[in-house]
């Protein structure tokens, strides 16, 4: 029975948050390149898929267009820096992973 519920919650999650994926392969290299769409019709992700796993740069967007995070994948698994942005596209904070585990840290303060 709680399987059931479960189950039920998700499905009914997915209809009320659906999202659109567009996938295309150009050059046929088993690298695939995704935009993700809100039910808007707004972008809210790009990137590239190898084997339906993130594999190289993926970008994040507001409901407004703006970058909120540009992150590096390697077959699924974190790898490189990842940076996050604030409404107004300043970086607030940078972090480097290796093999899906944090290496290194940073936080950026803007003062007026």
């Known amino acids: 029975?709680?399987?059931?519920?479960?189950?039920?919650?998700?499905?009914?999650?997915?209809?009320?948050?659906?999202?659109?994926?567009?996938?295309?392969?150009?050059?046929?290299?088993m690298v695939q390149e995704y935009v993700k769409y809100d039910d808007e019709g707004n972008?809210?992700?790009?990137g590239y898929l190898v084997n339906g796993k993130y594999h190289g740069t993926i970008t994040s967007y507001d409901s407004k267009g703006n970058i909120r995070l540009i992150a590096r994948f390697k077959n699924g698994v974190r790898n490189g820096l990842w940076k996050y942005y604030n409404e107004e596209g300043q970086i607030t904070h940078e972090i480097v992973y290796e093999d899906n585990k944090r290496l290194q840290a940073s936080l950026t303060r803007y003062f007026e």
């Not at 999650?13 to 994926?21: I, K, N």
């Not at 972008?43 to 790009?46: A, D, L, P, Q, Y």
């Open 43 to 46: 972008k809210i992700e790009n």
């Open 1 to 29: 029975m709680k399987q059931l519920l479960t189950t039920l919650f998700f499905l009914v999650g997915l209809s009320v948050y659906g999202q659109e994926m567009v996938i295309t392969d150009w050059d046929n290299d």
